[in-house]
């Protein structure tokens, strides 16, 4: 199923209301999807982005707003947010329109914003839908000179025996979920070649690590996820960076235990 027909689908809508509402409009504060680790987790991991009051500040797969809202009330940055479809954009609008107006129905791989336009851009969770390569020339084209990007991901190199992230791989194929898996390393060196440089780099073991925050500071041989903060330190034509391959719809753990079982 491509992309942009799985986000569309109403089970898809559904579950991004359930999960990731916006507080004050599909929850109050109290409620307790608001108050689970892995929105704590989040808003602690932006504030290495460094925001300030009145950056430009970008989304990528800014689903119905909840992360701009709470980071706009954080640190008073000028949000702007895309998505894939226009349903989850027009929803985004209804929640979050009070905090900003600049809300896109754009891919990933062709961001609708000049060169050199944000301070700071998020990607959060949403990378292993894209076709990664493309997306990340994009994410450092619209980027400031001296701006930041953070980036999260799944490694194409996790355990043999991490059984929860096998069935992961599977489940979201069977259910048409494009997910990419990252050649982390080959991520690192086109990064190079556009300029971005790393500044914080984790890694999570297992799959399930990520929302428990037990990361290793120093790239293991394996692990499942990941989550980068570059810096942009050079203006490079995304043109001129080599055709580097990063991602895959398949693990290569995955392809391995596929091949070992024939």
Excluded at 55 to 68: H, T
Excluded at 87 to 98: D, L
Excluded at 202 to 220: E, I, N, W
Excluded at 249 to 258: H, M, Q
């Amino acid at each position: 199923m491509p992309v942009a027909e799985y986000l569309s689908t109403e089970a898809y809508f559904h579950y991004l209301v359930a999960n990731f509402g916006v507080r004050g409009y599909d929850f109050d504060d109290r409620a307790a999807v608001v108050a689970r680790p892995d929105v704590d987790i989040t808003l602690r991991y932006c504030a290495l982005l460094a925001p300030r009051p009145g950056d430009r500040f970008l989304e990528v797969g800014c689903g119905l707003g909840r992360v701009l809202k709470e980071l706009n009330a954080a640190y008073g940055i000028r949000p702007y947010g895309i998505d894939l479809t226009p349903k989850i954009i027009e929803a985004a609008k209804a929640r979050v329109a009070s905090i900003t107006t600049d809300l896109r129905v754009s891919p990933a791989e062709a961001i609708d914003h000049p060169s050199s336009f944000f301070d700071e851009v998020l990607c959060w969770g949403v990378f292993d839908l894209t076709q990664q390569e493309q997306s990340l020339k994009e994410m450092a084209r619209v980027t400031k000179r001296g701006g930041r990007i953070l980036l999260t991901g799944k490694s194409d190199r996790y355990f043999d025996d991490d059984s929860e992230a096998r069935i992961a791989e599977e489940k979201s194929r069977e259910k048409g979920i494009p997910n990419h898996y990252t050649d982390h390393a080959a991520m690192i060196g086109l990064a190079s070649d556009l300029g971005l440089q790393p500044t914080t780099q984790l890694f999570f073991a297992r799959r399930g690590d990520f929302m428990k925050d037990q990361a290793f500071r120093q790239r293991p041989d394996r692990f499942y996820e990941w989550l980068v903060l570059f810096e942009k330190a050079a203006d490079i034509d995304p043109a001129s960076a080599p055709d580097t391959k990063i991602g895959d719809e398949y693990s290569t753990t995955y392809r391995r235990l596929a091949a070992d079982r024939r």
